[in-house]
Nanobody
Framework: QVQLVESGGGLVQPGGSLRLSCAASKSIFSINMGWFRQAPGKQRELVATITDGGSINYADSVKGRFTISRDNAKNTVYLQMNNLKPEDTAVYLC??????????????WGQGTQVTVSS
């Protein structure tokens, strides 16, 4: 059973930074991954994606402030968040798309990590 475990959330002042990590329990070498966020009363929003080949996309709301990266040797995907704003407050969820092989499910989710941006 593949597991994704997020860490790195917390409370930060506006303008501050956080780095989220998403550690997988098996190799992510051929896996496309990314981050969603869910704020109270709002729809889940796709924040950033990174393919197994390293192609990256961002939501317009975070371009220039967030950076997604991956370390296949550590089976971990990161989300570096800079210049945080109150509207970035949400539960951030890591996801991974199954490859139809050892990652048999269509999609895997982490448990989420809370990010709160407030003075």
């Amino acid at each position: 059973q593949v597991q994704l475990v997020e860490s790195g959330g917390g409370l930060v002042q506006p303008g501050g930074s956080l780095r989220l990590s998403c550690a997988a329990s098996k190799s992510i070498f051929s896996i496309n991954m990314g981050w969603f966020r869910q704020a109270p009363g709002k729809q889940r929003e796709l924040v950033a994606t990174i393919t197994d080949g390293g192609s990256i996309n961002y939501a317009d709301s975070v371009k220039g402030r967030f950076t997604i990266s991956r370390d296949n040797a550590k089976n971990t995907v990161y989300l570096q968040m800079n210049n945080l704003k109150p509207e970035d407050t949400a539960v951030y969820l890591c996801y991974a798309l199954g490859d139809g092989s050892s990652w048999s499910r269509l999609v895997y989710w982490g448990q989420g990590t809370q990010v709160t941006v407030s003075s």
